[in-house]
């Protein structure tokens, strides 16, 4: 009995105490994938520890059950609310909900440097910004700030082609010149044309015109020029 009763409770006292702290602390899983994780090594790591392999292994299997048993309750629509956060308002029609922020624990800065990951810079853009059962930030922009797809404009678009990196921290990447039927020896050419050296170079790619795009370990300075802003104190 001892077998059962043990692991339930560690499990649902594990998922009560990161149901309290709350969806930014389980960013990306939601909170009894992140408790199944931390209790699974602790338990097959005890016998590291203490020489109970078997007790270890029957409390791991316990505990894998346990998880799958949640797993299927979640399915449920009236269970799902008990085990999943719901979604937390963080912007509505440009206005920040400051109730929204305080619930999810998140300060002003870090909903600035969500947006900007998702390429918005002014939160008067935003439709709405939700923080989701998982910790993400889903963002939709107002319709008129929406970026224009293809079928807006009836539009047919060619296939999308990926650059291929050749070059990659002042390494060369044979086995992507190999993939491309080029040498070594075109490759130098190439980064010689443009005045470059393969040890200055962070990234070179081969573009879809069969040309070398390189990106070197310079970055232009542009002091107090608004346009190129930098977050953080080092401006």
Do not use: C
């Amino acid at each position: 009995m001892e077998t059962f009763y043990r692991p339930l409770i560690v499990f649902i006292a594990g998922f009560l105490f990161l149901k309290v702290t709350g969806k930014k602390a389980v960013s990306q899983m939601h909170a009894f994938d992140l408790l199944y994780i931390f209790v699974l090594t602790n338990i097959i790591s005890a016998p590291i520890e203490v020489r109970h392999l078997g007790k270890a292994l029957t409390y791991a299997v316990m505990v894998v059950i346990l998880y799958k048993i949640f797993i299927r309750l979640s399915l449920h629509n009236k269970l799902r609310w008990i085990l999943y956060e719901s979604p937390t308002v963080l912007i509505q029609n440009g206005d920040i909900d400051r109730k929204g922020l305080k619930k999810a624990r998140m300060p002003m800065n870090e909903l600035l440097s969500h947006l900007r990951v998702q390429g918005y810079t002014d939160t008067r853009e935003i439709a709405m910004a939700v923080m989701e059962e998982t910790g993400s930030i889903s963002v939709i922009p107002k319709s008129e700030y929406r970026p224009i797809e293809p079928n807006d404009l009836h539009l047919k678009v060619k296939k999308a082609y990926l650059p291929i990196p050749l070059i990659m921290d002042g390494q060369i990447l044979e086995h992507n010149l190999k993939y491309l039927q080029v040498d070594q020896g075109w490759l130098l050419a190439e980064v010689e044309k443009q005045g470059e050296k393969v040890n200055e170079i962070s990234l070179a790619t081969y573009l879809e015109n069969g040309k070398l795009s390189i990106d070197n370990n310079d970055i232009e300075e542009h002091p107090s020029d608004p346009y190129f802003y930098k977050p953080g104190k080092d401006n």
